[in-house]
Each structure stands twice: as structure tokens, then as C-alpha cells.
């Protein structure tokens, strides 16, 4: 069952280490089959040098594992809320890169300092506040992605503009239209933390960059106006 969406997982998740942006098993990819709804994504808490393509689990929309014999990702009621409410986004990544998880644990959102940041992010991008004791008790991950889609719409903030969101004391969640694309994006949200780290130490003070230079950097890559590229 949806071999090819299988293969395209597995390669995302080996992607993961071999961009330091996971150690051991602390992270995971995902992607949608717009057309069945359904969700693939990688085993819980198999090392990355032992996966296999075939071992990525099938579930429907409501966490059901419907092709596989191993169990998914715990993570997996996190991508599931997420999916359930944004029907663009078709891949996510969850990991604990050092530079973001870093920022995350500070509780802490990443300003636009320039613009590498601003050729991806359209702003800042956002941490979540603490879960709640009753929260973490009580489905813990769902809540993670809950509170993940109420940052994001408390702060009018568009999740095809800024595909990442930083979890207040936990990791890091990145997606896009597809596996690859998802990440790609944690790739970047990685490197924008380490900069963003640099900036501050150089210049604590440093004003975020100017509306104008954001604008310019994010439509020249993005939308109907844009002309960074080939086309």
C-alpha cells in the first residue's frame, strides 16, 4: 500500500541525520496521500541505520494504523492535527535539531534578523506557550499539535508563508507541500537558529530587519510576482 508515498518517507527520514538534524532516533517525517487521506510516517523508535522503506506505517487520518506491522511514531497525533486543519500542507518534520530546540527550550521565537531568514520565513518565526499539567497528562501529542495551530492563528501568522513552529521546551515541527519539502524547510529553520544565535551574541540590541527588505526577500522567491529562479 502506497509503495512510491512510502519510499519518498523513508528517504525524508534518512535525510534527517544525514543534515545533523537528528541524533539517535529524535525525529520523525511524515506525508499525506491527499487522494486516500491517509498519513505514512516513520516507525516509533527505530534507529535511522535500521530503517527499510517497508517499514513506514500507514495510518487514516484518525491515528487507525491501516498498512504496516510496526507501531507509528508517537508523534503521530501531532502531524494528524495538523493535517486535519491545514490541507496544504502535504509533508512534516518533527526534530530536535540543537540550534531551534535551543531557542525552543529558551521559549523563545526567532526573530527576522536578515535575509536568509526572510527568503523562507515571512517573519518571525513562533514558539508555542507551555502545554498545561492537564495538557501533557491528557493526549499529550494532539495537544502538542493544538498548540501549535493556536499559536499560529493567535498571531494571524500564515503556515504556507512560515512552515515551522517552535514547541516551548520541547523541539522543533516543519512542513511543506510534500516529504522533501518539509525538509527542507527544518534544514533552513536550523541554520536561520544558528545565525540567529551569532547575531545576538555580536549585537544583543540588533533591531529585527525592515518590513521592505522581508518583503522583497520573501515575494521574489514566492507567490504570483515571483523571479528568483529558473520558473
Known amino acids: 500500500m502506497l509503495k512510491k508515498l512510502k519510499q519518498a518517507v523513508y528517504e525524508a527520514n534518512m535525510a534527517l541525520p544525514r543534515h545533523g538534524l537528528v541524533t539517535f532516533t529524535w525525529g520523525n517525517v511524515s506525508a499525506r496521500d491527499a487522494e486516500e487521506n491517509l498519513v505514512v510516517i516513520k516507525p516509533s523508535g527505530v534507529p535511522y541505520e535500521d530503517l527499510k522503506a517497508e517499514d513506514m506505517v500507514v495510518v487514516d487520518i484518525n491515528g487507525k494504523v491501516v498498512d504496516g506491522r510496526l507501531r507509528p511514531s508517537s508523534d503521530t497525533p ?49 514558539c508555542t506557550r507551555l502545554l498545561t499539567a492537564e495538557e501533557i497528562d491528557k493526549d499529550y501529542e494532539y495537544n502538542t499539535g493544538l498548540v501549535i495551530i493556536e499559536t499560529l492563528e493567535s498571531q494571524g501568522i500564515n503556515p504556507i508563508h512560515t512552515p515551522a513552529c517552535l514547541c516551548g521546551k520541547h523541539g522543533t515541527f516543519a512542513w511543506g507541500k510534500d516529504a522533501e519539502e518539509a525538509v527542507y524547510h527544518a534544514v533552513v529553520l536550523e541554520e536561520v537558529a544558528r545565525m540567529a544565535t551569532i547575531t545576538e551574541a555580536l549585537h544583543p540590541m540588533v533591531p529585527p530587519a525592515p518590513d521592505a527588505l522581508r518583503d522583497k526577500h520573501f515575494f521574489r522567491k514566492h507567490g504570483d510576482g515571483a523571479y528568483y529562479g529558473q520558473g
Open 78 to 126: 501531532t502531524h494528524l492535527a495538523l493535517y486535519a486543519r491545514y490541507p496544504d500542507i502535504g509533508g512534516i518534520v518533527h526534530s530536535h535539531s540543537p540550534q531551534a530546540t535551543a531557542w525552543a527550550q529558551a521559549e523563545r521565537a526567532i526573530p527576522l534578523y536578515g535575509t536568509t531568514h526572510a527568503d523562507y520565513f515571512f517573519g518571525t518565526i513562533p
